[in-house]
């Protein structure tokens, strides 16, 4: 059974620092792309973050660039999400996301439950 766990989440003072954590079990987490995302109440959910499997590649929304950093470490099956330079539009709840190959030609995709970010100004 595939399941993402964040952790890491909570109330921060606008250019303060937060790093959430994702554990993965239940897949081959080390040949999977990860990836974290955002949402706010009345907007579709955003990528911020995504990194390759070895961990070799990374990509950040532009609004991220500069300030996260995501980051895996394969040996604990675990994904994490520095933020730095916070700023009250970072405001959201975060999701850990992975894609897995279904090993019969097609991908699915998983999502945790979500951890809440909050940033006062």
């Known amino acids: 059974q595939v399941r993402l766990v964040e952790s890491g989440g909570g109330l921060v003072q606008s250019g303060g620092s937060l790093r959430l954590s994702c554990a993965a079990s239940?897949?081959?987490?080390?040949?999977?792309?990860m990836s974290w995302y955002r949402q706010v109440p009345g907007k579709e959910r955003e990528l911020v973050a995504e990194?390759?499997?070895?961990?070799?590649?990374?990509n950040y929304a532009d609004s991220a660039k500069g300030r996260f950093t995501i980051s895996r470490d394969n040996v604990k099956s675990m994904v994490f999400l520095q933020m730095n330079s916070l700023k009250p539009e970072d405001t959201a709840v975060y999701y850990c996301?992975?894609?897995?190959?279904?090993?019969?030609?097609?991908?699915?995709?998983?999502w945790g439950q979500g951890t809440q970010v909050t940033i006062s100004s």
């Open positions: 239940g897949f081959a987490f080390s040949r999977d792309i």
């Open positions: 996301h992975a894609k897995v190959g279904s090993g019969a030609g097609w991908n699915v995709d998983y």
């Open positions: 990194i390759s499997a070895s961990g070799g590649t990374t």
